[in-house]
Nanobody, 125 residues
Framework: QVQLVESGGGLVQAGGSLRLSCAAS????????MGWFRQAPGKEREFVAN???????TYADSVKGRFTITRDNAKNTVYLQMDSLKPEDTAVYYC???????????????????WGQGTQVTVSS
């Protein structure tokens, strides 16, 4: 089992920045692909970014160039740096861990086995 706890959400003005953290306990994250997803009210959960254990990453087109995903395997933590935030970025952000050792970069929620409880990000205009 992997337990994930997100932090760093909050209220920010458009154009501002936030840094989300996802701390893992239980089994190590070191060889798992990690992802960030978000869900706005009335919408489906959507892919934001992911990173595999060698450090390759992919991003949703809507956040490319503004968000950066990184990981610190020694600290069992994954980060999402969000810059130039827009009101449409408002959502609950979830951290997720894929199963086992993988070089893959999945973008579908059902390809991830473990999820955090989410952290609210609100961007005011």
């Amino acid at each position: 089992q992997v337990q994930l706890v997100e932090s760093g959400g909050g209220l920010v003005q458009a154009g501002g920045s936030l840094r989300l953290s996802c701390a893992a306990s239980g089994r190590t994250l070191s060889k798992r692909t990690m992802g960030w997803f978000r869900q706005a009210p009335g919408k489906e959960r959507e892919f934001v970014a992911n990173i595999n254990w060698p450090g390759s990453s992919t991003y949703a087109d809507s956040v490319k160039g503004r968000f950066t995903i990184t990981r610190d395997n020694a600290k069992n933590t994954v980060y999402l740096q969000m810059d130039s935030l827009k009101p449409e970025d408002t959502a609950v952000y979830y951290c997720a861990a894929a199963a086992g050792i993988s070089f893959g970069l999945p973008v579908k929620p059902d390809e991830y086995n473990f999820w955090g409880q989410g952290t609210q990000v609100t961007v005011s205009s």
